[in-house]
Each structure stands twice: as structure tokens, then as C-alpha cells.
């Protein structure tokens, strides 16, 4: 965007423009040597970054490393070896338990022979010297349970009495019960449980086995309750043996971890991949091997290191994508601008440069970037691309005023320098004010993007101009591209003043009551804010399609919290209190698997029952085949009996029967018949392990850690030489916390047991799910800056240090005694006091400089409103990634306002009566912007759908700033320019000398006959 030359009245150029000048002669008058300088220092930054700079992907990087709960993962990760879980997913179509036991035990045994890559691998359990002492596990109602069940149970194996749980008969006697109840006026809720169980368990099996032809195979679940309750929390399973695997048998999944290296920075990065490369090859290799067996085998890898590693190789190819289509539609849009290439190459060629010194800058200065630092190039594309196509356009418009190449380069620094300087040292101590969050990776994007900003306005006085100076040395004017006519446009938009700015301030008031809401005695924004990782990623990605898998299956998570007890006991209250929190839905621990030494009775109650599973034969006796033709007659009064209630239960058991007689009524009688068979079989010998599970408990001597299988001491305890224990206990939510409301919840319950829990799902909510909070903290205090350095920019020389000093002043003694007093600072209201006062003393002493200041903020200020409204109109929300964006959208608003704030302070000052917007002016904020909207939509491309938001959203915020800088600030300046009030300068007497009396009558003549002079600016 441009600046013109000075006014005829002489006054002087601010030393910033200057100072522009003078570099753009230089690089004038040497162009090739400024270009050398230029380009090697790009080199070296390029070839420093590439060796130095290092690439964090993990989301601990972007928290407070002080905190609490970062501290103690910290203390986590290196007690027990590494800092999170891969989770390699094994899933069948159908369910294949024996194959996903294979595949798993196959893959587990290739993982622990290269301990270079990979440790703590835990594929499967043996739990053979915990299930020997199971009964003692038992709490003593569970005891009761058991005995009761027993008992029960005793009538059909004791007696033989195996009719009894045949498919027909059980459907026959879950009706007699219902009828009962309902004849009684309620129905109890353990028969409403034992139907849906039953209805289940049929349901399932049939299906399954007419999908896959099989029924021995196929995951079978009990129809009756089990003998011992503790075992889905305990014991983990029937066998010796024990796999991660769903109760569906579809799903399995092997957990390792990253070997760690003791080389930090880039060797312990490089280690990293290589083992997931290597990890995915080995993973890929199960997959073919096993798929001999299943052809719908896969086999994926998750994780939080899985998912953080996909997360920034997409972005990374994402934005190399967008960075190459951004450039082709920057150029199109510079093309038919300027019609013509070269000016155009000349400003990405400067965006290229300024982009490689950025990135040697922060490699210097911070030395890394994370998963949200590493987006400061979208911050950099749209400064460098306005600040270059702003001295662009103003040197063609100069050379078209036959100024001579050198005039014309340096002519152009001095009327553009001052905007584009302003403009850069606003954005650069916005984005610096991210320092004061709190929050190292938000901090690290910050000072990048604040220096990116002022090398961005270097390169456009240094190197642009002597890339011009070479360019267009033997070029004539003639062949020059024009600037853009816009004085139709201009003439148009100040036309009717009162009726354009009238409706353009309904359009954004329209838009922003669908931005905001007054609630609770406050101002809201009605756009969401969804703190959801996981949707933010290219939901192509292996390792999130795994994880959806995992969460659908209801078996592991990645979003898991961890938290450490100092010995047994602790664990234990700890264990017990978070299992009573609504929102965890497990636990997994070592401390649970030790439980405390029965009671003399208690020993004796178990050594009985011990006794009486014992005594009976293990062998399956033969059964009749099923008879299809009487469980569907049975199942179907079943099912008509489940319909007339609206009990939850009732429905999903009626559900389920419905699904089998539908099946059954599908399938021929013989292949009925063999399905009820072995579903029939595999009921008795279901219940004749039970039997077994507890005959083989026949050891009483208390649990030790000695018993505790080596793969769960590994992951849950660690014992120091001295003897010091830590417990450390896995805490798994219940519902899905990648959402918001979920993770929130999580955690604040969590916090109220363990104020020091820690884990992925605290790191989620200390980053992305607090992002907002922390944005808007930023908001607030870029504003301020904003605000204090353009007031500071308009104020008159004598009032700028009277207007800011003193509320900084006042600020800074009220923050210091209430840090005194309380012990704690709150920089927002310190920041609010200041801007407070400063806005105090400008009302009073140059009010017209204050009222240029908030006009200069009006597009941003209004376009972020409008902008606000039109995601919730479409209804789009606002997520972590796209929040990044919002500072950049400030900028150009705020850019687009300096420029034509200034334009009306110099034809007022000038002595214009109004205003009328400059044809530079206009076409620049119109051509800057229409080439940032085509740069950032480079990013709608992205697989990425953060990166893709980020896109959307910059591209309609650039579009609603400048809309309201055509529609809005132009009635408004012209309103502005008709009643600007005199000068409020101060008027200086000068007393005449006695001999020139008598020339005063002839100077009041001379001063009457002459016209009086334009009002003048401030």
C-alpha cells in the first residue's frame, strides 16, 4: 500500500521514511553487490536452519514446562523409560480371535529381538501365577455372589441337568419370569439384565457365525452371569494367557514403546523415525503374513508419537503444496494486475528471501519450532507479499510521473516507508505479546513471526529494490505495467457519504449480532470454539483411522492420564477414588493386583467353594442337536413379551432378537440346526470353565509381588535400589475425551483426586483446550499495543510522552502493588488500566489524533465482527489451529486502515475540503488484499483439515477487512474531512519590530486580497 509524496505546504518526512530511502538508494546505486549480500545471507540461513534447527512434534512442547503436570511426566517418562505407548492395531472384519493372537504374539516376538529400536513391548500376559490365587481377589460380597451363583449353577452340572440351558429353554424361562413380574405390577431389574444378556450372546453368535461359515471360531459371549465378577477387572482372561482383544474378537491391539537414545536434540529426532519407519514395515509385514489366512486383515500403528508424527508430516507436505499453488495464484492475481511476470517474480523472490532469513533468525534465537511455531509462514506469506506489492505499485505509479529509476526507488521507500514500517512494527509487538501467555509454543510462534515481521520490511527496502534496479535498468517507461485505475471507484464510494456509511454500519451491525450475545452480564461470541485434535488431522492418516478404530472398539486409548503413587496403600485410595469419578470408565494398575490377605472365615468360605468346583468332571457331555423350529418359537414369544416394555433393557434385548429371528428366519434348517448346536456346546462348556477358573485357584498364600507378571511390573511399578516404591496408575476416561465438554470434565475431575495427575489428555487440555483462552488474552493485548503505538504514531511531538508515559507509569505501580499485596499479577487489568488512562488524556488534549486512531482500527475491528458472523452463519467453528490465524487477519485490517487514515490526514492537510480516496491508495489496499486471499487459499487444498481452516478462514477474514474498507472507512473519512475542526496547534504571537510599523496597513490589505488557507492536520 503506498504513500504519496509529501504535500506542497514542505512538511518534513518522519525519520523512518528517511531512514527507508536512504537503504533504497543504496541498494540502488548498488544493486548487485546488495543482491549478493542479499542472497548469501539467505544461503547461510538456509544451510544453518537445515543442520541446527530442530522439529518438535510432541504436544509437550507447547505447555509450560514449569507446571505441575509437567513436571510430573516428566518425573513419568523417566522412571519407567519412555514417554508414551505405539499401540500397533490388529483388526478383523469378522471375529478371528486366533489369528489376531497370532499375528500378535508373531509381531511381538520380531519387536523384542531389536531392542535398538524398540522397548517394553507388551503383547501378551501370563497371568498363570495370579489365577492359581484369583479367589482371593474376591471382595466378600463377590464371595456371596459366587456362592450364590453356585448353588444355582449346582442344579444343572451336578445334576446334568444340561436341557436346562439350552437355547429354547433358557428364552423359555426368561418369559415365565417377565410374565410373572408384569402379572405382579414390576418386573425386576436382574431379569431385564438377564435377557438383554441372553438376547445378546444369541444374537451375536448367529450373525456371526452365518458371516463367516464358522461357529467354533466365532467370539461366543456368555448368555448367563459369571461366577466370579472380579474377572473382567482381575483376572483379564480365562486362559494362562492374556491378549488385549475386544469382547468382539475383532480387535486386538500390542503395545511398545520408542527405544530412547541418551543423544538429545536431532540424532535422538532421527532415531525416532527411523524406528516408526521400521515399526511400519514390520507392522505392514504382519499384515501381508497373516492376510494368507484372513484377506481382510489390517494392521496399523497409533499413539500419541504416531499420531504427533502423521500430524506434521501432513502439514509439512500440506503446506509445500499450498506454499507452490499460493504462489502460481498470487501470480495470476500480480499478472493481471500488472500485467506482465516480472514485477510480480521480483516480489515472491523477496517473499522467498525474507522467509529463509526468518528461519535462520529463529534457529539462532529459539533454536526449534513445534507443531504450531512451524505455521509462522503463513504469517509471513501475506506481510511480505502486502509490504512488497505496496512499493511495487507506488515506484510504477512514480515512474509513470517520468520520475527517473533511482528517484523513483527512493522516492517510493519514503512515501511507502512509513506504512509499511508502522505496519511492521505493529505486527511484530502484536505477535511479541504471545510471550506473555505463559505457554512456550504459542510464545516461540509469537517472537518467531514478531522477527519474520521486521526482516519481511527489510528485505522490501534492501533487496526488492535492487532486484527492481537490475530489472528495469534499460526498461522505458512505456513498457512499464500501470498501476491500477481506481479513480471511478473512489469517486463512487464517496459519493453519498451519509447513505454508504449509514447501510455499511447496518451490514456489520447485521453481522455482528450473529457474532455476539449478551449473556451473563457480559458480551459473548456465538462462534464455538472445538478443542478436538483429532479432527484436525487428514483423517486418511493410518494412526487416526487406527484410533477411531480403538475408540469404536471400546478397548485402548490414547487419551489415557497417568498418575503416581509413593507406595501400595496410596495407590490403592488413589484407585478407589477414581473409579467413583462419572467420567473414568477403568483403571489399570499393579496396586489392584495384590490385594490385601483374606480373613480367617473368608479363607475358609473360599477354600470351600474352592473344593466343590473341584470335585465335579471337566468333560462336555453329549447334546442333542438343536431344534431351530422350538428356539424360534420361544424366542419369537420372547421377543413379542420384550416389546411391550419400555424398559432401556427391554428394548435392546427385543433389538436383539428381532436381528436373530430375522436371521434365522433367512437361513436354511440344517445350518440352523448346527448353529443352535454349537451354540448349545459352547454355553456348558462355557459354564464347565467357570467351574474350572475356580477349581484352579488353589493356592491361598497371600498375593506377593513376586506373582505380579513381569509385563505389568515393567508398565506399573518401579522399586528404587534404596528401596523406594512409585504405583503408577493408567486412568481411562469413559466417553470419547477428544471431544471438549468431555476432556474438560475429565480433567477437572481427575484434578480433584490427584491435583499432579498427568498424561496425554492433560496436555490436550493445557494446549488446544485452553487455546482459546489463551488467544484471546493475546487479542487483548495486541490491541492494546496496537492502540498505544498508533496513538503514539498520530499524537503531536509534544503530547506523545505526556499521553503514554504516565499510564504506563500508573499501570505498573498498580500491577507491582497488587503482586505485593496478592502475591499473583493479572496483566489484563493492568493493560486495561493503561490503555485507559492514555485514552483519557488524548480525549482531553488532542482529541482528532485519538479519533484517527480508533478510525485506523476500524476495519479490523469491524471486519473481525463480520468475520465472526459469517463463520457462525456458515456454521464453522474455531479450533486450535485456525485461532493462529485471527492475529494475521487483525494485521491486515489494520494495515488497510493506516494507509487510508493516512491518505486523509495529508489531503487535509494539503487543504482539501474533503476527501476523496487516492487512486494509489485504493488500488493498493484492493490489490494486497485480493493477492492475500489468493495466498492463503493455497491452503484449501490441505488433507490437513487445520491447515484447510486456517485457509477458509484467512480467506474470508482478508475478505470482509476489505470490504469494510471500501464500503465503511471511505464515507467516513469524507464525513470526517468536512467537519474536521482547526488546527489545534498552538499559535505562535510574533511581535514586530518597532520600525516596521508602518508596513502593517499594507500587510492587512495584502492579507484580505489573499485566499484563505486549507485547514491543517494534526
Known sequence: MVMVRPSENGTPRPLPARLAGWVASVACARPRLMLWLGLLAACACVGYSVTHLEVHTSRSQLTDREARFSRSWQQYSDTFGSAADLMVVVQSP??????????????????????????????????????????????????????????????????????????????????????????????????????????????SYTHNALSSGRTEQ?????????????????????????????????????????????????????????????????????????????????????????????????????????????????????????????????????????????????????GSVNIVSVCFAIFLI??????????????????????????????????????????????ALAFSTALLTGFPGVAELGLIAAMGAVLC??????????????????????????????AKLAGWLTAWPVPAAAGAAVLVLLFSSQAFRWSDGRLQARVSYNPNLLELQDQRAESVVAERALDAAGTETVLHAVSIARSWEEAMQLRTRFLKLSSVGRVSDAASKLPEQPSGSTMQMLQSLQ????????????????????????????????????????????????????????????????ILTAWNTMTIRWLLGEYQEIA??????????????????????????????????????????WNGPELDRFVRELRTVDPGVTGAPIQVYESAGRMDVTWASIGLYALSVIFLILLF???????????????????????????????????????????????????????????????????????????????????????????????????????????????????????????????????????????????????????????FSVGLLLAIGVACCLVVSLLLMPPILTLVARHQPASMEPVKVIREKSGAAEDTAARDAAAKSTPQKGKKAA
Open 94 to 203: 469378522a471375529p478371528n480371535v486366533r489369528l489376531i493372537r497370532s499375528v500378535i504374539d508373531e509381531l511381538g516376538e520380531k519387536l523384542k529381538r531389536e531392542p535398538e529400536h524398540f522397548e517394553n513391548v507388551l503383547s501378551r500376559v501370563d497371568l498363570t501365577a495370579m489365577r492359581r490365587k484369583a479367589l482371593q481377589f474376591l471382595t466378600d460380597d463377590e464371595i456371596r455372589k459366587t456362592a450364590t451363583r453356585l448353588q444355582t449353577y449346582d442344579r444343572v452340572v451336578r445334576q446334568q441337568n444340561w436341557e436346562l440351558i439350552r437355547s429354547e429353554k433358557l428364552a423359555e424361562t426368561l418369559l415365565g419370569q417377565i410374565r410373572r413380574g408384569q402379572a405382579e405390577g414390576m418386573v425386576p431389574e436382574a431379569t431385564w439384565i438377564s435377557a438383554e444378556r441372553f438376547a445378546d450372546s444369541l444374537s
Open 218 to 366: 466365532n467370539t461366543f459371549k456368555p448368555p448367563l452371569p459369571e461366577l466370579m465378577t472380579v474377572a473382567s477387572d482381575q483376572k483379564l482372561s480365562d486362559g494362562a494367557l492374556s491378549w488385549m482383544i475386544n469382547s468382539e474378537g475383532t480387535v486386538g491391539v500390542l503395545l511398545v514403546c520408542l527405544a530412547q537414545l541418551q543423544e538429545p536434540g536431532k540424532a535422538q529426532g532421527n532415531a525416532r523415525e527411523s524406528s516408526l519407519a521400521r515399526l511400519r514395515t514390520l507392522a505392514s509385514e504382519a499384515e501381508t503374513s497373516g492376510r494368507t489366512d484372513a484377506a481382510e486383515l489390517k494392521v496399523s500403528l497409533t499413539g500419541i508419537p504416531a499420531l504427533e508424527h502423521d500430524e506434521l508430516r501432513s502439514t509439512s507436505i500440506d503446506i509445500r503444496n499450498a506454499g507452490l499453488l499460493a504462489a502460481l495464484l498470487v501470480g495470476a492475481v500480480l499478472f493481471a494486475v500488472f500485467r506482465g511476470m516480472r514485477h510480480p517474480m521480483l516480489a515472491l523472490m523477496t517473499l522467498l528471501v525474507s522467509l529463509c532469513w526468518t528461519f535462520g533468525a529463529a534457529t539462532a534465537v529459539v
Open 382 to 427: 501475506g506481510l511480505s507479499i502486502d509490504f512488497s506489492v505496496s512499493y511495487i505499485h507506488r515506484y510504477l505509479a512514480l515512474r509513470q510521473e517520468l520520475f527517473e529509476l533511482p528517484d523513483a526507488l527512493r522516492e517510493a521507500a519514503e512515501t511507502t516507508g512509513s506504512g509499511i514500517l508502522i505496519s511492521a512494527a505493529t505486527a
Open 457 to 486: 520490511a527489510a528485505s522490501v527496502f534492501w533487496f526488492l529494490p535492487a532486484l527492481i534496479a537490475i530489472s528495469d535498468a534499460d526498461v522505458d517507461v512505456e513498457q512499464l505495467p500501470q498501476p491500477m485505475p481506481a
Open 611 to 674: 473344593q466343590q468346583a473341584a470335585s465335579l468332571p471337566a468333560s462336555t457331555p453329549t447334546l442333542r442337536e438343536g431344534s431351530y423350529l422350538e428356539t424360534g418359537r420361544q424366542a419369537d414369544a420372547l421377543y413379542a413379551a420384550l416389546k411391550k416394555s419400555d424398559h432401556p433393557r427391554a428394548k435392546a434385548a427385543a433389538a436383539s432378537l428381532d436381528q436373530f429371528l430375522n436371521d434365522l428366519s433367512k437361513t436354511p434348517a440344517r445350518e440352523s440346526s448346527a
Open 696 to 737: 484352579v485357584a488353589d493356592r491361598f498364600d497371600p498375593v506377593d509381588l513376586r506373582d505380579l507378571p513381569r509385563e505389568l511390573k515393567s508398565r506399573f511399578l518401579k522399586i528404587d535400589a534404596d528401596g523406594k516404591q512409585q504405583w503408577a496408575l493408567r486412568i481411562y476416561p469413559r466417553e470419547n475425551v
Open 793 to 947: 504514531n498520530y499524537l503531536r511531538p509534544g503530547q506523545k510522552l505526556l499521553t503514554v508515559i504516565p499510564p504506563i507509569g500508573v499501570a505498573a505501580f498498580i500491577g507491582y502493588t497488587l503482586f505485593q499485596r496478592n502475591g499473583t499479577l493479572e496483566p489484563s487489568l493492568a493493560v486495561m488500566i493503561c490503555v485507559g488512562l492514555a485514552t483519557f488524556i488524548a480525549a482531553v488534549l488532542d482529541f482528532r489524533n485519538l479519533r484517527d486512531t480508533v478510525l485506523t482500527l476500524m476495519p479490523a475491528l469491524a471486519g473481525g465482527a463480520v468475520l465472526l458472523g459469517m463463520l457462525q452463519l456458515l456454521g464453522l467453528q474455531l479450533n486450535p489451529m485456525n485461532l493462529i490465524a485471527l492475529p494475521l487477519v487483525f494485521a491486515i485490517g489494520v494495515d488497510n486502515g493506516i494507509y487510508l487514515v493516512a491518505d486523509c490526514r495529508r489531503q487535509i492537510a494539503a487543504g482539501r475540503e474533503g476527501y476523496l480516496p487516492s487512486s494509489d491508495t485504493l488500488s493498493s489496499v484492493i490489490v494486497t488484499s485480493l493477492t492475500s486471499i489468493a495466498g492463503f487459499s493455497g491452503l484449501l487444498v490441505s488433507a490437513h483439515a487445520g491447515l
